[in-house]
């Protein structure tokens, strides 16, 4: 990512302090790495104990709630589940009902939005917080745990240029950063992405299943594929790994795919585009979860495809 130019004035550990919202399998190590780096970081999470076996491992303090984490914060960071939760931890329920950010929020305060959220509900989001005085940037990440825990995550960066400039030195620990545009962008890309990830799997493991059924070794067809040119990032990270040994604990649930892929196609409909493939893998990635259930890991889909 370009370096910050005279306009844009880097944020440090020195000047800044950070609120890490969502202490799960992608956000702790990726909070670990900033606290590493040097910054001061607190953290709050809705289950209060994976904030306290979070800071016994790696430092940093916890937040008792949201209100008291924006009070000691001037850079906040979500890592949840999706938008709508990201939503109301930021502005609460209906008529800003409960604890929430916004309780406490001091103007000129930016949150940066990780996780895998709407585009069209980041653009809301984000007009509700400049009527506040405070700015958004959405920097959805890819490459799964293993990435949060080497720090080797791709950092998709939508918003602000200039703020995106300033936040990048706090970013740097967790990845690599691609600023890809205006605010929404980063999300729209990342979930373009999984669509592409999502169709790739279901796609090599049907391919394994008819190559069984025809009397041709699950992993030999798969080592063909991975020196020809169906390769793909499942075929070559996952089906060995994870699918052929029927582990299936990559760390990436199912029910976080599909969803991916409904926001994917909620892009593509507010483009104006009719991605007939894509609503063809939304629909399989859904039965799969209907029949495979939603917290399954998201390798399990070969379960509905059919018998390895």
């Not at 890592?79 to 406490?104: I, K, Y």
């Not at 796609?203 to 992993?219: H, K, L, N, S, Y």
């Not at 063809?280 to 859904?286: K, M, P």
Request: with cysteine; net charge neutral.
């Amino acid at each position: 990512m370009a370096q910050a130019d005279s306009k844009a004035v880097a944020i440090s550990p020195a000047t800044v302090k950070v609120g890490f919202v969502g202490i799960g399998n992608m956000g702790a190590p990726m909070a670990s790495h900033l606290i590493k780096a040097g910054w001061v970081v607190q953290v709050y999470d809705s289950d209060p104990g994976k904030s306290r076996k979070f800071v016994a491992a790696h430092g940093g303090s916890s937040a008792a709630g949201l209100a008291e984490l924006a009070r000691h914060s001037n850079v906040i960071i979500t890592m949840l589940p999706d938008g709508h939760v990201v939503r109301q931890v930021v502005l609460g329920g209906a008529g800003g009902a409960g604890d929430c950010l916004a309780q406490s929020m001091a103007k000129g305060t930016a949150i940066i939005d990780m996780s895998s959220s709407s585009p069209v509900g980041t653009r809301v989001l984000g007009k509700d917080l400049a009527q506040r005085g405070m700015s958004l940037l959405d920097a959805p990440v890819s490459g799964g745990v293993k990435g949060a825990v080497a720090g080797s995550l791709a950092i998709i960066v939508g918003g602000d240029e200039e703020l995106a400039k300033r936040c990048d030195p706090l970013l740097a620990p967790m990845g690599r950063r691609f600023y890809i545009g205006s605010l929404g962008s980063g999300h729209a890309a990342k979930v373009l992405n999984n669509y592409v990830s999502a169709a790739g799997l279901a796609a090599a493991g049907e391919a394994v299943i008819i190559a069984r059924r025809f009397g041709i070794d699950a992993q030999t067809l798969i080592n063909v594929i991975n020196a020809s040119t169906g390769r793909n990032n499942s075929t070559e990270n996952k089906f060995a790994q994870f699918i052929l040994n029927k582990k299936f604990n990559s760390g990436f649930a199912l029910g976080l795919m599909a969803k991916d892929l409904a926001l994917a196609m909620e892009v593509a409909e507010a483009c104006g585009v009719p991605a007939e493939l894509g609503h063809a893998t939304l629909r399989l990635w859904q039965a799969a979860e209907a029949e495979v259930g939603g917290k399954a890991d998201h390798t399990e889909i070969v379960k509905h495809l059919g018998d390895l």
